[in-house]
T-cell receptor, first 114, second 109 residues
Framework: IAGITQAPTSQILAAGRRMTLRCTQD?????MYWYRQDLGLGLRLIHY???????GKGEVPDGYSVSRANTDDFPLTLASAVPSQTSVYFC?????????????FGPGTRLTVL | GQNIDQPTEMTATEGAIVQINCTYQ??????LFWYQQHAGEAPTFLSY??LDGLEEKGRFSSFLSRSKGYSYLLLKELQMKDSASYLC??????????WGAGTKLIIKP
């Protein structure tokens, strides 16, 4: 059982390019999340999905989009990357959004935008 | 605004006990989580508190006081492998997690 996988592991990207970070879970979790983690800051929620077919905006959604066509996959797209999007991106999932459900994290994608 | 405060860094000795504090101000409260994150790795779940009091799980314990907006994580019999960052997160009124910046714990022999 893999849990949550993310791809790529790391990427260097030129500013202005489009990039999709992939996330797949095999736990049949309803809820999925995308966070970014920057030095000195807590994890910040970019977008989330409570169930397949629905998505919502988190704390820092600008410049990012997501889709949730099925239960397992939750890709994050940067339409036109900017240097401030240099960060480590974590995908996570939980059984549901209800309180008490721990979130399971993927290994992360380290993205550098030049 | 919503805010989670925890110390940036702490140092402790192998075999000792350390307490990592977390204070929070959030719109609503739906539980408090502690996660461990080793350098270069993903966060992993340690504990969850929703009611006041102490939850014990092996060498790790977590305490919550909702009236004070306060929690702590207690690590006993410290081992070198406990060197990591410890993240405090609170579920807000929408059940979204608000995260602290993390406490980097350094264990010295």
């Amino acid at each position: 059982i893999a849990g949550i996988t993310q791809a790529p592991t790391s990427q260097i990207l030129a500013a202005g390019r489009r990039m999709t970070l992939r996330c797949t879970q095999d736990m049949r979790h309803n809820a999925m999340y995308w966070y970014r983690q920057d030095l000195g800051l807590g994890l910040r929620l970019i977008h989330y999905s409570n169930t397949a077919g629905t998505t919502g905006k988190g704390e820092v959604p600008d410049g990012y989009s997501v889709s949730r066509a099925n239960t397992d996959d939750f890709p994050l797209t940067l339409a036109s990357a900017v240097p401030s999007q240099t960060s480590v991106y974590f995908c996570a999932s939980s059984e549901s959004v209800a309180g008490g459900n721990e979130q399971f994290f993927g290994p992360g994608t380290r993205l550098t935008v030049l | 605004g919503q805010n989670i405060d925890q110390p940036t860094e702490m140092t402790a000795t192998e075999g000792a006990i350390v307490q990592i504090n977390c204070t929070y101000q959030t719109s609503g409260f739906n539980g408090l989580f502690w996660y461990q994150q080793h350098a270069g790795e993903a966060p992993t779940f340690l504990s969850y508190n929703v009611l006041d009091g102490l939850e014990e799980k092996g060498r790790f314990s977590s305490f919550l006081s909702r009236s004070k907006g306060y929690s702590y994580l207690l690590l006993k019999e410290l081992q070198m492998k406990d060197s990591a960052s410890y993240l405090c997160a609170v579920g807000d009124s929408n059940y979204q997690l608000i995260w602290g910046a993390g406490t980097k714990l350094i264990i010295k022999p």
